[in-house]
């Protein structure tokens, strides 16, 4: 045993953490409900009051995109 104690580690100051990203999308139903009424989204299975579903797109804009993949005419 020695005479003196071991250094303690100085204290840092703790980096900022990036803030936590939420990957959003439109909601995309299928007919499916669950007990409450609430629509359940086809893409991630969450309901339609979550989080996930803060991207808000018009009806047009859909329509129009459904165009440009080819599954209307």
């Known amino acids: 045993m020695t005479q ?11 980096k900022p953490r990036a803030p936590r990203l939420v990957r959003t999308h439109v909601l995309v139903t299928s007919g499916q409900t669950d007990y409450a ?9 969450n ?21 440009q993949m080819g599954e209307t005419e």
Not at 50 to 62: F, N, R, W
């Open 37 to 45: 009424g609430v629509p359940i989204c086809h893409e991630c299975g």
């Open 4 to 14: 003196f104690p071991r250094a303690r580690p100085t204290a840092t100051p703790r």
């Open 47 to 67: 309901l339609a009051s979550h989080a996930v579903h803060d991207l808000t797109v018009s009806t047009e804009a859909m329509e129009i995109d459904r165009r």
